[in-house]
């Protein structure tokens, strides 16, 4: 079974950067897109950003459009978010998972704190 672990989230202050790691524990991950999720406390869960299995697609939400990257190292199965420019309203906890359904058990997440 797949475990995913998320990592990588600290506070910060606004105008910062941050990588955020997604190691997943079986080769299967890597068969699929991938995504990276947030939630802000009192919020749903939602969508950040995907990736295809081989990395040659990505698509982002509107709100993080030209400042979140993401990529992958199918060989580490490792996932990550390239987070720049950081505003205060993308505090919340950072997860990831298979990104067309979660196929996989949700990790603890990584918490991301952006101060003004």
């Known amino acids: 079974q797949v475990q995913l672990v998320e990592s990588g989230g600290k506070l910060v202050q606004a105008g910062g950067s941050l990588r955020l790691s997604c190691a997943a524990s079986?080769?299967?991950?890597?068969?699929?897109?991938s995504g990276w999720f947030r939630q802000a406390p009192g919020k749903e869960r939602e969508f950040v950003a995907r990736?295809?299995?081989?990395?040659?697609?990505?698509y982002y939400a509107d709100s993080v459009k030209g400042r979140f990257t993401i990529s992958r190292d199918n060989a580490k199965n490792t996932v990550y978010l390239q987070m720049n420019s950081l505003k205060p309203e993308d505090t919340a906890v950072y997860y990831c998972?298979?990104?067309?359904?979660?196929?996989?058990?949700w990790g603890q997440g990584t918490q991301v704190t952006v101060s003004s």
């Open positions: 998972n298979s990104a067309d359904r979660p196929r996989f058990s």
């Open positions: 990736i295809n299995w081989n990395g040659g697609s990505t």
């Open positions: 079986g080769r299967t991950f890597s068969s699929y897109a």
